[in-house]
T-cell receptor, first 110, second 114 residues
Framework: GEDVEQSLFLSVREGDSSVINCTYT??????LYWYKQEPGAGLQLLTY?????DMKQDQRLTVLLNKKDKHLSLRIADTQTGDSAIYFC??????????FGTGTRLQVFP | ETGVTQTPRHLVMGMTNKKSLKCEQH?????MYWYKQSAKKPLELMFV???????ENNSVPSRFSPECPNSSHLFLHLHTLQPEDSALYLC?????????????FGPGTRLTVL
């Protein structure tokens, strides 16, 4: 079946790196996404990776994909208070459908 | 207006009321979606429209009725809701089907059913 799991909370100190993890079950995923949701706002696409890649870097964001273990991670370097939000990973198959995880609430403290 | 907009942003309704949520996308996309976001649960896909035709309905109760009059507008008509329907309802759009399925989300409507 289709299932995407994330831990619910992560708390980090400002300036440290944050690593948010995600596991998925469907090996036929094509693209995997990271979305950010700030309070009172909709989901904002942060980055995505094609399933035949194992790493993608975009400024402070690094996405790592271990397809064998069906594990996706998002690393945020030099985490700032403005990074505090809920982060969702999602996978897509060869349809319009995205399967989302439960979201990880990142709290950044000074 | 740019991107995906939703109105109203907040809605409080009684169980006997009838209301509608509206979504509009200004991106020239062909597919639109309704999602339900409840606390501590995965985001749930409710409806998918592609080229104004419903292509997926994930067993949503009939008290939720979608309408897609054209590729830019999507409505969710609500009637005789239950308190457990209180949630954030998100609309999204994408260029179409296929692997590169980047969806753009609206800010959501926070619905409270009393």
């Amino acid at each position: 079946g289709e299932d995407v799991e994330q831990s619910l909370f992560l708390s980090v100190r400002e300036g440290d790196s944050s690593v948010i993890n995600c596991t998925y079950t469907d090996s036929s995923s094509t693209y995997l996404y990271w979305y950010k949701q700030e309070p009172g706002a909709g989901l904002q696409l942060l980055t995505y990776i094609f399933s035949n890649m194992d790493m993608k870097q975009d400024q402070r964001l690094t996405v790592l994909l271990n397809k064998k273990d069906k594990h996706l991670s998002l690393r945020i370097a030099d985490t700032q208070t403005g990074d505090s939000a809920i982060y969702f990973c999602a996978e897509s198959l060869w349809t319009d459908k995205l399967i989302f995880g439960t979201g990880t609430r990142l709290q950044v403290f000074p | 207006e740019t991107g995906v907009t939703q109105t109203p942003r907040h809605l409080v309704m009684g169980m006997t009321n009838k209301k509608s949520l509206k979504c509009e996308q200004h991106l020239g996309h062909n597919a639109m979606y309704w999602y339900k976001q409840s606390a501590k649960k995965p985001l749930e896909l409710m409806f998918v429209y592609s080229l104004e035709e419903r292509v997926e309905n994930n067993s949503v109760p009939s008290r939720f009725s979608p309408e897609c009059p054209n590729s830019s507008h999507l409505f969710l008509h609500l009637h005789t809701l239950q308190p457990e329907d209180s949630a954030l309802y998100l609309c999204a759009s994408s260029q179409g089907s296929g692997g590169d399925n980047e969806q753009f989300f609206g800010p959501g409507t926070r619905l409270t059913v009393l």
